[in-house]
């Protein structure tokens, strides 16, 4: 897999340095905690970033986020001028693409479960919950479960639960990482991926972010190596970990601060 040279920086974290990042053909970003804070817009710097990039190659937004919140949080951020015939879509991770045609967003492809996998899940999540405590503990801030057609997700404190106690959950992962490990004994033939800071998704097994990427290549025409995929989630049981092995290049964020970084690393590369 090729990956860009890395430099540490004072944190100890890698970080990407332009002269060793191979030139992307299409670049493809997570959202929550990567392009903005989960369930946020973008910064309107954001936004303008990722329009310069679009004036050079083709970008993707591979969100668990739905259709409906991509285009309310992330669409608005871009002027009128904005190529959305460069712009790819990939909502409830990688299960759908929504493409620019003809004035409106179309979809391109969209899986969901079947009413009999959707009750499994449920009933599985649910002995899972009982079994390891986690997400019984704490206080509820609205809906815990949502099902976004083509996965569900787990949100342990609830869907509107104030940021400082979502940050404050689960820091290490080890609550998400019990709860994951129980989950996928049960319903071993789904793919189960710890997702936001205090949540869990449930996929069809192989229709993921792994899916969308392969998708955007063959589209494209071009090999995976030839793009990159900017994440917060690239660690093991991560919901941007599934990736990698596709060949894409990778680079990991810890927030939407260092994505304002990559990006402008790859408008220096797109530059060169």
């Known amino acids: ?16 340095v332009s002269n060793g990042m191979k030139r992307p053909r299409a670049v493809i970003f997570d959202l929550d905690n990567t392009l903005a804070r989960s369930f946020e817009a973008p910064a309107l710097e954001m936004s303008q970033g990722l329009e310069n990039i679009l004036r050079r190659i083709p970008v993707a937004v591979m969100s668990a986020a739905s259709f409906e919140r991509i285009e ?15 712009l790819y879509l990939f909502p409830v991770n990688g299960a759908g693409c929504y493409t620019w045609e003809n004035g ?29 405590g986690v997400g019984a503990e704490s206080p509820k801030y609205g809906k815990q479960v949502v099902d976004y057609d083509g996965y569900i997700a787990f949100t342990a404190l609830g869907l509107d639960a104030p940021r400082e106690e979502k940050i404050a959950w689960d820091p290490d ?3 998400r990482r019990t709860l994951r490990e129980s989950l996928q004994k049960k319903i071993p ?3 189960v991926y710890i997702g936001g800071t205090t949540s869990i998704d449930i996929m069809c097994k192989g229709v993921n972010k792994s899916y969308g990427v392969m998708w955007l290549a063959k589209h494209l025409g071009v090999e995976p190596s030839d793009m990159l995929f900017v994440g917060d989630a690239l660690y093991p049981g991560g919901n941007d970990v599934v990736v990698i092995p ?27």
């Open 246 to 272: 596709t060949g894409v290049q990778t680079i990991q964020v810890a927030g939407p601060h260092e994505t304002e970084t990559v990006i402008e690393e790859i408008l220096k590369a797109c530059s060169g």
């Open 104 to 132: 409106a967003w179309r979809p391109q492809y969209h899986f969901e479960f079947t009413s009999e996998e959707r009750a499994r899940i449920l009933a599985a999540l649910k002995g899972s919950v009982e079994e390891t």
């Open 1 to 16: 897999m090729s990956t860009p040279e890395m430099n540490i920086e004072a944190s100890g974290r890698p970080r990407p």
């Open 72 to 86: 309310k949080h992330l669409l608005p951020g871009f002027s009128v001028s904005a190529d959305k015939n460069r």
């Open 173 to 175: 992962g080890s609550k």
């Open 189 to 191: 033939d789904f793919d």
